[in-house]
């Protein structure tokens, strides 16, 4: 029995912890909460490094903190921004590029923003078109792009002071949306499982607001390192076992739960580019 539950737990109930939450449950994480109590706006960017193999990469990292420092660290509407390289997923070229916004028109301004810090850090028009012609070579023409909304249940980690990237995992999940289930069931689990677990450096849950699949709800899992995942998994279980002996009342609560998705998700590890981080990540 304790197989099967393991299985529930790793693939169903982590599922839940992000995303059986309804419309109105929708709010800002702890770390990024606004003082009005509003949701942020994350856009997320899926590139793809270029397949030349006459680009040399071995710059890559400080043609991007040049522009890290001289354009996103300085721009105000930005609350927060990430570069992610695969681990462990489909695609060994993707980077996604991910940036946060205290409301949807900082969008637009941050942008606009964007474009006078660069024209303020590089004036000359041509050194700037070579800058820029640089640093797209890096990546391919091919991209993708998506717009969330932040969610109620976080765990913000503590800041990053290490050179050694973090670990993220990623389990995105379609949501049922057939007013079957409860979400106070997955808060439940959130307050008794996900808060309690000492494997975690930090937990964000977003949902989709604009982009390719209407169902989609992401929890993005912070890891020190790719050990932990497991290990994280293991502690899980233990957490349920305790928290509902019954057998019984415990398949009841994850079946239960389990309404709130079609059952079908996805999973991701990425790792962090610590000189890209805006935020205490």
Do not use: C
Not at 64 to 71: A, D, L
């Amino acid at each position: 029995m304790k197989t099967v539950l393991k299985i529930l737990v790793s693939g169903l109930l982590i599922l839940l912890t992000a995303n059986g939450i309804s419309q109105e449950q929708v709010q800002a994480s702890q770390e990024e909460q606004q003082p009005s109590g509003d949701p942020v706006y994350i856009t997320m960017t899926t590139t793809h490094w270029s397949d030349d193999p006459e680009v040399d990469f071995s710059d890559w990292l400080d043609t991007e903190k040049e522009y890290f420092e001289k354009v996103t660290s300085k721009n105000e509407l930005i609350l927060n921004s990430g570069v992610y390289t695969h681990y462990f997923t489909p695609d060994n070229s993707e980077v996604i590029l991910v940036n946060v916004y205290r409301t949807w028109e900082d969008i637009e301004k941050a942008n606009e923003k964007n474009q006078e810090l660069v024209e303020k850090a590089w004036p000359d028009e041509a050194k700037r078109k070579e800058f820029f012609d640089k640093q797209s070579k890096y990546y391919s023409a091919q991209h993708r792009d998506e717009i969330y909304q932040s969610m109620d249940f976080s765990i913000p980690p503590p800041k990053n002071t290490s050179s050694t990237p973090r670990i993220i995992y990623v389990r995105s999940s379609e949501l049922a949306m057939d007013g079957k289930g409860s979400p106070d069931k997955f808060k439940e689990y959130y307050e008794k499982i996900t808060k309690n677990s000492k494997n975690l450096k930090g937990y964000y849950t977003h949902r989709h607001l604009w982009g390719s699949n209407s169902r989609e709800m992401n929890e993005v899992f912070i890891f020190d390192k790719l050990a932990d995942i497991e290990a994280f998994f293991d502690e899980e279980q233990d957490l349920v076992e305790t928290n509902w002996t019954d057998e019984k009342e415990r398949e009841d609560f994850m079946m239960e739960m389990g309404k709130l998705f079609t059952g079908k998700h996805g999973d991701y590890i990425y790792r962090t580019v610590p000189e890209l981080i805006k935020s205490n990540q």
